[in-house]
């Protein structure tokens, strides 16, 4: 008697785990941003959250969590309960780079869960007003002229506008002195305000400003001419080809998340990026969406060892680290 309990009881515990997967999401899901509120990031998440919420029928809270490179942010997200209702959005820089460059307590790959792509970003060589140069081939010439005293914004070290800075300096063969921030949004403000020289920055973080006439764009660091602003050319046409740099993005679920969950969060995100009105917001901020075999968790997966592959060698020959 007391087996067929014990044995009872098991079956039950058992069969109640899709009982309740099956009902997620069941409350408030969190998307954690590891950069600064305004920034591309943020922006992308709440666009992004705000379809997400009408398809899932759950709202959606952006949480932004700040520090060391956004790997503080991505931590938080490893170490959350594996249920889906904690999803971490980063992109070429937080979820690859960050790996080759500081001393993590968690595994980029091994401790998080791939969900989808859901976008890319190339970046945008931009400066203040106040520098004299016009054209990019000018803008070199006059960084060369003040090597190792131009100031560059970034989000911390790893980040997007760090690796890219540094990048682009060992293109140019000159050296930028990197000013970090808890985001590109912040150190946007004070390109705009003049403080410092010049970012390179995502196109969807500085578009607006570029726009406006608050700052000045160069080059856009793709092949292709952006639709949302067709007049700024490519690196190619430039001078300085080959300067290509996408700064994709994604999201991920700690690891252990049921599989169905990650399912009905993939859908969800498939079909937010499907949706008329956040495409066309997306493509005004200058952000691609990818293709529709790149939004499959496997496709994700893929996708990031590939980058790993590809950029800790150039980061490690770079020695590009923590200081």
Avoid: C
Wanted: charged letters at 20%.
């Amino acid at each position: 008697m007391k087996r067929l309990i014990t044995a009872a009881i098991v079956a039950a515990l058992a069969g109640s785990t899709p009982a309740v997967t099956q009902t997620f999401p069941s409350r408030p899901i969190t998307i954690i941003v590891p950069f600064a509120a305004g920034g591309p990031t943020d922006a992308l998440a709440r666009i992004l959250g705000d379809k997400m919420r009408q398809i899932l029928g759950q709202p959606i809270v952006v949480e932004d969590v700040t520090g060391a490179g956004g790997t503080i942010g991505v931590g938080r997200a490893v170490h959350a309960p594996p249920d889906g209702y904690t999803l971490s959005i980063g992109h070429l820089g937080t979820h690859v780079i960050n790996g080759a460059i500081y001393p993590l307590n968690f595994d980029l790959v091994k401790d998080l869960e791939p969900v989808a792509t859901i976008a890319s970003n190339p970046m945008m060589i931009v400066s203040k007003n106040d520098i004299p140069a016009r054209n990019l081939s000018e803008l070199i010439a006059w960084i060369r002229a003040h090597d190792g005293k131009v100031t560059a914004g970034t989000a911390g070290v790893g980040s997007g506008a760090h690796f890219s800075g540094v990048y682009f300096g060992q293109q140019i063969g000159s050296k930028l002195q990197f000013v970090p921030y808890r985001g590109t949004g912040p150190a946007l403000l004070d390109l705009v305000a003049g403080q410092i020289d010049l970012i390179v920055d995502q196109a969807s973080n500085s578009l607006a400003q570029v726009k406006a006439g608050k700052i000045r764009a160069y080059a856009v660091t793709s092949a292709r001419r952006l639709a949302a602003a067709p007049d700024i050319p490519t690196v190619d046409e430039a001078g300085l080809p080959g300067f290509h740099v996408e700064l994709w993005s994604g999201i991920w679920v700690p690891k252990g998340t049921p599989k169905n969950v990650v399912g009905k969060l993939n859908d969800a995100i498939v079909g937010a990026l499907a949706d008329p009105a956040v495409r066309r917001r997306m493509e005004e901020a200058g952000l691609d969406i990818p293709s529709r075999d790149k939004q499959t968790p496997e496709g994700l997966a893929a996708y990031q060892r590939a980058e790993i592959s590809k950029w800790w060698p150039m980061i490690r020959d770079a020695n590009i680290k923590v200081e």
